[in-house]
Every structure is written in structure tokens, then in C-alpha cells.
């Protein structure tokens, strides 16, 4: 396993969260992991 992939599995071993931002009448659905301060989105 490569270095750059080790830290992508440790991210995705957390649940993580849904959430929905509306912009200009368009919903963006997106998963964010991780704490708030370091966050990985998706």
C-alpha cells in the first residue's frame, strides 16, 4: 500500500456524515469525515 493511499483509508475508516448545501435553487449532497479543524470531503 502506497503512503498517499494509507491516509485515505484511515479517513474513510470513520462513518461519515451526509450533508446538503443549497445553492442558487441547486442541492449539493456531499460526505464529510473526520473532526471539524481537519476535515476530508467527498
Known sequence: MSVSSEWFEEAIKETAKS?????????????????RVNLAYF
Open 19 to 35: 450533508k446538503t448545501l443549497d445553492l442558487d435553487g441547486i442541492r449539493i449532497n456531499y460526505l464529510v469525515w473526520g473532526d
